[in-house]
């Protein structure tokens, strides 16, 4: 048995595959079959979440064309490492343990992806993802912001 037919054994039983089919049923995606023991469901309706991709089990799900994936193979090799993952953390586990990722993200540095151990296994720029945290990427910015801007003060008066 190839790695990849392992892959999609260990995620089947261990729930993460028939959940990620089920959000897509839930989400009137298209199914195919995909490389490598991946399911890519495109067109999904669902309003969240709100990334162009993700995966849950060997399902890769997207709201966009099914030649979404298929003309981005970085991306879809991002997807595919989390599809590895579940089968690290033991299929559902995965869910919380991201979760906590994300935050951990947020605090650490102002976005949900680039302090993630998750996405950053999955390869950062592989996913779309900034490789430098929203935070820093604020405090690197040559123009302050329009609501950081501060307004001339009018002069003062001479004294007579």
């Given at each position: 048995m190839d790695r990849w037919?392992?892959?999609?054994?260990?995620?089947?039983?261990?729930?993460?595959?028939?959940?990620?089919?089920?959000?897509?049923?839930?989400?009137?995606s298209r199914l195919r079959?995909?490389?490598?023991?991946?399911?890519?469901?495109?067109?999904?309706?669902?309003?969240?979440?709100?990334?162009?991709?993700?995966?849950?089990?060997?399902?890769?799900?997207?709201?966009?064309p099914s030649e979404f994936l298929?003309?981005?193979?970085?991306?879809?090799?991002?997807?595919e490492r989390h599809?590895?993952?579940y089968v690290f953390c033991l299929g559902l586990p995965m869910l919380p343990l991201y979760a906590l990722g994300?935050?951990?993200s947020y605090v650490r540095g102002g976005d949900v992806g680039v302090h993630n151990p998750f996405e950053r296994l999955a390869g950062l720029a592989d996913g779309?993802?900034?490789?430098?945290?929203?935070?820093?990427?604020?405090r690197l910015s040559p123009s302050p912001s329009p609501s950081r801007?501060?307004?001339?003060?009018?002069?003062?008066p001479a004294a007579p």
């Open positions: 037919a392992l892959k999609t054994v260990v995620n089947v039983v261990n729930l993460s595959t028939p959940l990620g089919l089920m959000i897509a049923v839930a989400g009137r079959w995909g490389p490598r023991g991946l399911v890519l469901a495109s067109d999904y309706r669902l309003p969240v979440p709100t990334a162009p991709a993700f995966t849950v089990g060997n399902v890769v799900v997207s709201r966009r298929d003309s981005r193979p970085a991306l879809l090799a991002h997807e599809s590895w993952q994300a935050a951990w779309g993802y900034p490789l430098v945290s929203a935070r820093e990427r604020r801007q501060q307004h001339p003060r009018p002069a003062r």
